[in-house]
Structure formats: structure tokens, C-alpha cells
């Protein structure tokens, strides 16, 4: 699996773009471990200059859990090896399930002094986006063998369906009766 890494990726682009929306918010976060001032509230700020660190041994967890089944299609994370070094990740585990006790591993991603985003494609065997009800995000290793990690940021995507065919393809509404149609509620 060769994730998309460098500055050039950016989550922004499809939400505005109306692809996929954000779905860590509908999600409740916790860590395996992190410092004091150093945890889910820094991960996820969309502050790039903050981050989660995490404090004992490898592996380091990132639990994302649901309180429905959830379409989840990319996950965004943060790094910057020239800040972090050897806090960064080398090697991230994604591993999807309903709960701590049955947790499968659908991606398993390699990192090389990453800067930027890195973009994973979560898909299932029939390469489509998974349903699930938590994602745990595993931090096997990391650049010189270091113990802690940093994070930055993450982003969890889910694609928004029924967007293949826009209104605005159709023309211009001018009438009332036809604006009336223009948007469902």
C-alpha cells in the first residue's frame, strides 16, 4: 500500500468540493496514552502547529469509535518528519471493527520521513469504502526507532453519496414554481 504523502494533499479540497465530508466530529476519541497538554484536543484543532504525544511503550492507539455504522473512505493524517524526527511514524496500522475485541487490520502503511498529509484509502475486499462502528489507528514503529510519537492531525472522510448528478447540470431555474424543486430539504 502506497499511501499519498508530501504538503500537496489537502483534506479542505473535497469537503469544499462537496466529495466526501468530515466525520471525526460524530466520533468520541481516545489514546492509548499521551502527555499532559498533548492529547485528542490538540489532534484534532486544525492547528498544524500543535500535536498528540504519546507517553510509554509502542504501539500507540488512536481509538475512533461511532455510535453508528459509519462509510469511511480516507483517513488524513498530519506528520512533519523535519519538526518531529524520530516522533514520527514509520509504519501505521488502520484496523476496523465494531469494538476493542474484534478489530480486523485492513491497512497496513509504510511512511518515509513524511511531510504533509498523508492521505490512506480505507477500502474492503471489494475495494469499496467500509462500514464501520470504530476505526483504531495503531502506531507499530518510528523513524529512528524512536518511542513516542507525534501526531498533528487527523481527518476521517466519508464519501457523499447522490452527488454524481448536480441540478446545476439541468440549467438555471428561472420561475417560482421551478425554484420551489431547486434544493431538497
Same mark, same amino acid.
Given at each position: 500500500? +502506497? $499511501?499519498? =504523502?508530501?504538503?500537496?494533499? +489537502? &483534506? ?20 492509548? #496514552?499521551?502527555? &499532559? ?7 484534532? !484543532? ?10 510509554? =511503550?509502542? &504501539? ?19 506528520? !512533519?518528519?523535519?519538526? !518531529?524526527?524520530?516522533?514520527? $511514524?514509520?509504519?501505521? #496500522?488502520?484496523? #476496523?471493527?465494531?469494538? *476493542? ?12 520521513? &513524511? ?5 490512506? $484509502? ?41 452527488? +454524481?448528478? $448536480?441540478?446545476? +447540470?439541468?440549467?438555471? *431555474?428561472? #420561475?417560482?414554481? *421551478?425554484?420551489?424543486?431547486? =434544493?431538497?430539504?
Amino acid at each position: 500500500m +502506497n $499511501p499519498k =504523502t508530501g504538503g500537496d494533499e +489537502n &483534506p479542505s479540497v473535497e469537503e469544499r468540493a462537496g466529495v466526501v465530508r468530515e466525520v471525526g466530529s460524530n466520533a468520541v476519541w481516545s489514546l492509548s #496514552s499521551c502527555k &499532559p497538554g498533548f492529547g485528542v484536543e490538540q489532534l484534532r !484543532d486544525n492547528c498544524m502547529d500543535t500535536y498528540w504525544q504519546s507517553d510509554g =511503550t509502542l &504501539p500507540h492507539l488512536v481509538n475512533i469509535q461511532f455510535q453508528r455504522k459509519t462509510t469511511v473512505n480516507q483517513i488524513y493524517i498530519y506528520t !512533519d518528519y523535519k519538526l !518531529d524526527e524520530s516522533y514520527t $511514524p514509520s509504519r501505521i #496500522s488502520i484496523r #476496523s471493527g465494531t469494538h *476493542f475485541n474484534d478489530l480486523q487490520e485492513v491497512e497496513v502503511i509504510d511512511l518515509c520521513e &513524511p511531510t504533509g498529509w498523508v492521505v490512506i $484509502p480505507i477500502r474492503d475486499i471489494r475495494d469499496k469504502a467500509i462500514r464501520t462502528f470504530m476505526i483504531q489507528i495503531a502506531v507499530i514503529s518510528n523513524h529512528q526507532n524512536g518511542r513516542d510519537t507525534h501526531m498533528r492531525q487527523i481527518r476521517i472522510h466519508s464519501p457523499i453519496e447522490g452527488r +454524481n448528478c $448536480p441540478i446545476e +447540470n439541468y440549467g438555471n *431555474f428561472s #420561475s417560482v414554481q *421551478f425554484l420551489q424543486y431547486s =434544493t431538497i430539504r
